[in-house]
Antibody, heavy 120, light 109 residues
Framework: VHVAESGGDIVQPGESLRLSCTVS????????MFWVRHTPGKGLEWVAG????????GYADSVKGRFTISRDTAKNSLYLQMNSLRVEDTALYYC??????????????WGQGTTVTVSS | QSLLTQPPSVSGTPGQTITMTCSGD????????VSWYQHVPGTAPKLLIF???QRPAGVPDRFSGSKSGTSASLAISGLQSDDEADYYC??????????FGGGTRLTVL
């Protein structure tokens, strides 16, 4: 199983950014997928999740209405569209494979992360 | 703020058994399963325990999980120096958002 994030950058408050995640080594369309972020001060924070068929999506209260999670099975890819970015969104963002199809399952395989810095 | 409460730190000596706790409430741990993750800063987190007590393939049986009511625990026996890491518990809330504890830093003395 391989999970690789990309798209992290340094942006100003209010700007947008799109993170991408490409996967291999498993049947992407059979598993839920997630984004989780880490900051040294707050630790791990679940950001968003999507079920295997995109039928169910969930967001942390801190990002709801600003971030959108999506997936493209044909491209074995997961995305996180981040709008209206805030300083507090600064973090290392992990793409994570779920243990199974359910969006309420454990987080099975993690990428190495991509860094998002929001600063004026 | 985390809905799950973990002690900030715990320590032990090589060979010792340590236990760390994760306290939630009826809307989180009391209603949903608990997972545990090991995170060595600078590396990808690793799933240690899922469904309260289950270990993924490849995780040594030195790691064990338990749950009772609105609390869960992770025990590590035969403590080793490379067990030194941050450990996070996780569960769900009624709106089906995953919640993490604040993490416990394990120091092997």
């Amino acid at each position: 199983v391989h999970v690789a994030e990309s798209g992290g950058d340094i942006v100003q408050p209010g700007e947008s950014l799109r993170l991408s995640c490409t996967v291999s080594g498993f049947v992407f369309g059979e598993y839920a997928m997630f984004w989780v972020r880490h900051t040294p001060g707050k630790g791990l924070e679940w950001v968003a999740g999507v079920s295997y068929n995109s039928g169910t999506k969930g967001y942390a209260d801190s990002v709801k209405g600003r971030f959108t999670i999506s997936r493209d099975t044909a491209k074995n890819s997961l995305y996180l569209q981040m709008n209206s970015l805030r300083v507090e969104d600064t973090a290392l963002y992990y793409c994570v494979k779920g243990l199974d199809y359910s969006p309420t399952g454990a987080l099975d395989a993690w990428g190495q992360g991509t860094t998002v810095t929001v600063s004026s | 703020q985390s809905l799950l409460t973990q002690p900030p730190s715990v320590s032990g000596t090589p060979g010792q058994t340590i236990t760390m706790t994760c306290s939630g409430d009826t809307s989180s741990i009391g209603s949903y399963t608990v997972s545990w993750y090991q995170h060595v800063p600078g590396t990808a987190p690793k799933l240690l325990i899922f469904s309260n007590i289950q270990r993924p393939a490849g995780v040594p049986d030195r790691f064990s999980g338990s749950k009772s009511g609105t609390s869960a625990s992770l025990a590590i026996s035969g403590l080793q120096s490379d067990d030194e890491a941050d450990y996070y518990c996780a569960s769900w809330d009624h709106s089906l958002k995953q919640v993490f504890g604040g993490g416990t830093r394990l120091t092997v003395l």
